[in-house]
């Protein structure tokens, strides 16, 4: 909660309580002929009690959200504020009973207080939906601008000059050595491609389609490296249509082998499994003497992402001979988080 808005709040329970006032001297001015004397404790008093009554209704924030159930909230709070205010101008009758000489006193108060009431919290209300829905619209326009800068990395990642390079060097090979391999090498490269033009504009994919691409990914490695690079996956059929941020199963398998030294004598281990809600990439830690130049967009990039898709976090863990990142499984496509 903000200083300007505790600010806001305090004004307007000040002018809420004098308008109070003044409401119930115009409806019965000879009430009031000692006015000059006791304006200030009724002034005092009708601040307090708006006050009291108003911030009940803020208390059932913590119990019963509006967007839990908005006609439940609704129905909970004004019986509370009925309470409240009956039981404020109760209390105020017992023990000041000279403020309510007459029975029509009584109910004017009552009423007042529980239609002024109504009326702040309803204006609190919106102003809190309003507020809601700015944090809202600028947490979406940050989400596309980081999903648009995620497209371009990811786009630019597949088309890096090296990764070609290396691809139709590995190709020219099997295309001498072993033609029915380098036929299905073209074919892996070719839903790589595909996933990439088809899924650029989206946020999240389907774990299984995911897991599709990461095959065709790892197969061109794999032909590349061959027993050097040892790769095993372990993921239920059951988790296969939640979702996850696209492209970050790639930029994983990419670091692992990006900053690892890849060998017959210390081959390069990738484990992909998942655990409880989260997708795991675990490698076993091979030192290079140079590391190679870095993107700017692994680890980073998928963290940032994470953190406007869902309020989960990736976890990192490294040892002295392993890393590890578990990133977090979405439910659906539009599991995104709201800051209220």
């Known amino acids: 909660m903000s200083f300007r808005y505790i600010k806001f709040r305090i004004a307007?329970?000040?002018?809420?309580?004098i308008l109070y006032y003044l409401i119930l001297y115009v409806i019965n001015p000879l009430e009031y002929k000692e006015w000059s004397t006791s304006?200030?404790?009724?002034?005092a008093l009708s601040i307090a009690g708006l006050t009291l009554v108003i911030e009940s209704c803020f208390l059932l924030d913590r119990f019963l959200p509006w967007q839990k159930s908005l006609p439940k909230r609704l129905i909970v709070q004004l019986v509370v504020q009925v309470i409240m205010v009956f039981f404020i101008i109760v209390i105020l009758k017992f023990f000041v009973p000279e403020w309510f000489s007459e029975g029509l006193i009584y109910q004017q108060?009552?009423?007042l207080g529980i239609i002024v009431s109504i009326l702040?919290?309803?204006i609190f209300t919106a102003y809190s939906f309003f507020v809601q829905w700015s944090q809202t619209e600028i947490k979406s326009a940050k989400n596309e601008q980081k999903a648009i800068q995620a497209q371009l990395d990811f786009l630019k990642t597949q088309i890096d000059p090296h990764f070609l390079f290396n691809n139709f060097s590995t190709l020219t090979s099997l295309i001498e050595d072993n033609p029915k391999l380098a036929v299905e090498?073209?074919?892996?490269?070719?839903?790589?491609?595909?996933?990439?033009?088809?899924?650029?504009?989206?946020?999240?994919?389907?774990?299984?389609?995911?897991?599709t691409f990461i095959e065709s990914y790892l197969f061109l490695y794999q032909t590349r490296y061959q027993d050097s690079l040892i790769v095993e996956k372990h993921i239920p059929a059951d988790i296969m249509d939640?979702?996850?941020?696209?492209?970050s199963m790639q930029l994983l398998v990419e670091n692992a082998i990006k900053h690892n030294a890849i060998s017959r004598q210390k081959p390069l281990k990738i484990e992909i499994y998942a655990e409880e809600d989260f997708i795991i990439v675990k490698n076993n830690i091979n030192p290079i003497t140079k590391r190679a130049d870095s993107t700017g967009i692994g680890l980073k990039n998928i963290a940032e992402r994470y953190h406007l898709l869902s309020r989960q976090q990736i976890v990192i863990e490294?040892?002295?001979?392993?890393f590890l990142v578990k990133v977090p499984l979405l439910n659906s496509n539009h599991d995104f988080s709201s800051d209220y």
């Open 12 to 17: 307007s329970y000040i002018i809420s309580g």
């Open 39 to 43: 304006v200030l404790p009724d002034v």
């Open 109 to 111: 108060t009552m009423v």
């Open 120 to 122: 702040i919290s309803s």
């Open 185 to 211: 090498y073209v074919q892996r490269l070719a839903v790589i491609y595909r996933h990439v033009l088809s899924d650029k504009e989206e946020n999240v994919i389907r774990l299984a389609d995911e897991m």
């Open 242 to 247: 939640k979702y996850f941020a696209t492209g």
């Open 318 to 322: 490294q040892s002295s001979d392993s």
